[in-house]
């Protein structure tokens, strides 16, 4: 019997590995042969092997026919097709840094004139450190150091499967404490430990009468020649995986020093120079002491870029180093952010990026010495800042940012990426870790979310035309009531250990709240009688990610103690467009006035009815979005543990009467663009008045070596200081008007000034240098620096330019600046002088 399925392919980077492994394990339950032609390639594979699949070159919109062969063909045909329709609710998205537009450097760096290599950008960030050159291992350079010896075929395969096994379970040890983006490499690398087409080709070679070996190195080379092929740079980037997952394996077999390790035992900060570099090879590596790396042949899409990425370390790729002079005790820099990289820098760049990265340092420990202040607005409105997770390590990292609480725990996670579900011990060991981690913050446990776009195979829950629409989350409870109320059981067993809290995702009727909370009381009753320990005011809420929750919230509100807002599904049903589809993004529409106004509705109904309401969603950490969410009167915000730092300090700059202000005038407008506008307008948003002058923005005897250097480190001290979001256009409108004139006034003095869209608050600043510095054709030794918002009053910028010029000609004024001896004592002085 057989079967024809013809399928378009979907997915953005096409059938690439963690696809392919997916349809690899479901065609391996089948008798049938699974035969994978791509029609516009001509190429084709077994669907039971990954690495086949991959090979096929099968890219997004190509033609595929898919013949079954077997006793159970219909049935394949049938799981085949459903699979096939889910792949792209698998994806899971891996992005890019964005580039910096081609040939930018700030100014305060073009000044300079600097020596540099350009490369392009796998990370961003700045380090400086020395050199360490590490040799990338070829498949030659590996077949180089193949043994000689061969014993017999039985033994080599024996050997073989045992390097396999060995190899297969330390990898599926490993994966149960990873997670994000290590977890799915670990996940890829074991689809290829246990592809068929590559064990079968390895055992072909054996039988030829090659050892493990050199058997294992030609499966693995005849493998990395096809997906080389490959018009997707993605699928080109695997070959990395292949070579990876053949030294791992020949290790395993020949004993961990059968091949080299090259450089990697780091003992002092470091930047890894190396034509590629195998993910386990960078998982390996000391971190507190990788600095940066520079990878010649390495792909932006590749998994060790994927990693580099995640972790912040500045990686470049498209850089031939091999004819550099790399001296190992040179300091050499490496800027991620812009793709430089300097290896013969002068004591000027070194001095640029040593404060450079002290700024960077500066900024950091500002945000994080202030995240465990409560969340708190400049008038005194309280809103908690809590985090959404995944794992242990996530809430971990969230408490450390300042974590209020954890206001979203996808639960789901745990029931993904495995054959059988997880057990009470397991998930309530799980809990109660992370109840130990809140330390008495409360945590909210999202029950699990599957279906929809994240399907579990062993449930089951077979092939559905439109899956977003359908049998998904509480949908799916009743028929597994057994697991929903183990997953309540364990839960409560955490509630003893801290303030733990039950949500449901996908409510849609009231009568789905009820019966959740028949089947949370059952299970309280059996715990009851176990005797097992529990919270028996525990709190459940819904999830208001279904419309006709808006409308039904005062019946609702009778069984449920709180409301939670999910913005990404709410937006994408109320408006009936997939959030994941690029040809109706212009209809999911956060900024539309139709939705603001459901939602202001939704939280005058909770409130009314006496509950709290917060919302746990991308709208969360949107700088545009959060005057108006607090205006809106949120009780909560919960977001990604990173974005946290950064929302607190916003917080505390705005002032609550005026937020609700701007909250009744936004939800007045009627046009999406209207709302857009009004949000990105600086004097619409609800910020505090900021005084143009003040002690922080008086630096006393500065360290700078020339005017470039004064202007970029009063410019990085308004970013220090939140008066300005773009320190680099900032320093660029400066420049334009001393390239202009100078603006050195005479006596010593210069009064650098700009009216400009890259300052939030108009500020003067001031700086006393330590040695005096020329500035244009004059000795400077004192600057004044203004930076006016382009919405200021017109007459503002002037104002207080010429009010400086006038009181610079009297020596008196000039007497008292020069012998100031404090801060204190020249913020006292220009206040008088300025009348702020």
């Not at 794992?391 to 974590?403: C, I, K, Q, W």
Request: include cysteine; glycine fraction near 6%.
């Amino acid at each position: 019997m057989s079967e024809l399925i013809t399928y378009q392919c979907e997915l953005k980077e096409g059938i690439h590995a963690r696809p392919a492994g997916h349809i690899e394990r479901l065609c391996n339950t089948f008798q049938s042969e699974v035969n994978w032609k791509n029609i516009r390639s001509g190429l084709q594979g077994s669907a039971k092997s990954a690495l086949s699949l991959v090979a096929t070159d099968t890219l997004l919109n190509d033609e595929c026919e898919i013949i079954l062969s077997g006793a159970d063909a219909r049935r394949a045909a049938s799981e085949l097709t459903a699979l096939l329709k889910k792949l792209p609710q698998f994806e899971v998205a891996h992005e890019e840094e964005s580039q910096v537009p081609a040939g930018y450097l700030p100014r305060s760096l073009r000044e300079m004139q600097p020596s540099f290599i350009q490369g392009s950008r796998i990370s961003g960030g700045v380090a400086i450190a020395r050199p360490v050159v590490v040799k990338s291992l070829s498949f030659d350079d590996i077949m180089a150091r193949a043994p000689m010896e061969t014993r017999a075929t039985a033994e080599e395969k024996q050997a073989l499967n045992a390097g396999i096994e060995a190899l297969k379970q330390a990898k599926l040890d490993i994966l149960e404490s990873k997670v994000g983006v290590e977890h799915d490499i670990i996940q890829a690398h074991l689809s290829i430990i246990t592809d068929a087409a590559f064990q079968q080709s390895i055992s072909h070679f054996i039988d030829n009468g090659e050892n493990v070996w050199r058997a294992t190195v030609l499966a693995a080379m005849d493998f990395c020649e096809i997906l080389k092929k490959s018009s997707s740079k993605y699928i080109k980037e695997r070959t990395l995986d292949v070579l990876d997952i053949t030294s791992q394996l020949l290790t395993t077999v020949y004993g961990e020093h059968s091949l080299p390790q090259h450089g990697l035992n780091l003992n002092a900060a470091s930047i890894i120079f190396a034509d590629n570099l195998t993910p386990s090879k960078f998982l390996g590596i000391n971190k507190k002491m990788l600095a940066g790396m520079v990878l010649t042949a390495t792909g932006t899409t590749s998994h060790t870029a994927i990693l580099a990425r995640s972790l912040g370390i500045p990686t470049l790729t498209d850089i031939d180093f091999s004819t550099l002079d790399l001296q190992p005790q040179q300091e050499i820099i490496i800027d991620g952010n812009l793709a430089l990289l300097a290896t013969d820098p002068d004591e000027p760049l070194l001095r640029y990026y040593r404060n450079e990265m002290a700024v960077q340092r500066t900024m950091q420990q500002q945000m994080l010495s202030s995240v465990h202040q409560p969340a708190v607005s400049a008038d005194g409105h309280r809103l908690e800042i809590a985090a959404n997770i995944a794992s242990v390590e996530e809430a971990e990292a969230a408490f450390n940012n300042g974590a209020e609480g954890i206001g979203l725990f996808r639960t789901e996670m745990s029931f993904m990426d495995r054959e059988t579900p997880p057990d009470y011990a397991e998930l309530a060991a799980l809990y109660t870790r992370v109840m130990a981690c809140a330390n008495g913050k409360p945590v909210i446990f999202r029950t699990f979310d599957i279906g929809g776009d994240k399907p579990v195979d062993y449930l089951n829950l077979g092939e559905e035309e439109n899956p977003f629409l359908g049998y998904r989350a509480i949908r799916t409870y009743p028929r597994y009531r057994d697991l929903f109320a183990m997953q309540l059981k364990a839960i409560l067993t955490a509630s003893s250990a801290g303030d733990a809290k039950v949500m449901i995702p996908m409510i849609a009727s009231v009568e789905e709240i009820i019966w959740c909370r028949e089947v949370l009381e059952a299970v309280k009753q059996a715990m009851r009688k176990e005797g097992l320990p529990f919270n028996d005011t525990i709190s459940l809420g819904v999830m208001l990610e279904v419309p006709s929750v808006i409308f039904a919230i005062p019946e609702m509100a009778e069984y449920a103690d709180f409301f939670s807002v999910g913005s990404n599904d709410l937006t994408q049903y109320f408006f009936a467009a997939d959030r994941g589809n690029p040809q109706v993004a212009n209809v999911y529409d956060n900024y539309a006035s139709s939705f603001l106004r459901a939602l202001q509705f939704a939280i005058d109904e909770v409130h009314r009815a006496g509950k709290w309401i917060g919302l746990c969603g991308e709208l969360g950490a949107s700088k545009d979005f959060l005057p108006l969410l607090i205006g809106m009167g949120f009780d909560e915000l919960s977001m990604s543990a990173t974005a946290i730092p950064g929302v607190k300090h916003a917080l505390r700059e705005l002032n609550f009467a005026q937020c609700r202000l701007m909250a009744l005038e936004v939800l007045a407008l009627t046009r999406s663009a209207e709302v857009k506008a009004a949000l990105q307008t600086p004097a619409v948003k609800a910020e505090t008045q900021k005084s143009i002058l003040a002690p922080e923005f008086i630096l006393f005897n500065l360290d700078a070596e020339d005017k470039n250097e004064v202007i970029k480190k009063m410019t990085d001290n308004l970013w220090l200081h939140h008066r300005t979001d773009c320190r680099e256009h900032l320093c660029d409108d400066i420049w334009t008007r001393e390239d202009a004139f100078s603006t050195a006034v005479g006596y010593g003095f210069a009064i650098p000034h700009t009216k400009s869209d890259h300052i939030t608050d108009s500020t003067i600043s001031m700086a006393t240098l330590a040695h005096p510095i020329i500035w244009g054709d004059q000795q400077v030794d004192t600057i004044f620096m203004l930076t006016v918002c382009k919405s200021a009053d017109s007459n503002m910028h002037m104002k207080y330019f010429s009010t400086l010029a006038r009181k610079l000609m009297k020596e008196e004024f000039r007497n008292e600046i020069k012998n100031a001896d404090s801060v204190d004592v020249l913020y006292n002085l220009m206040t008088r002088t300025l009348d702020v």
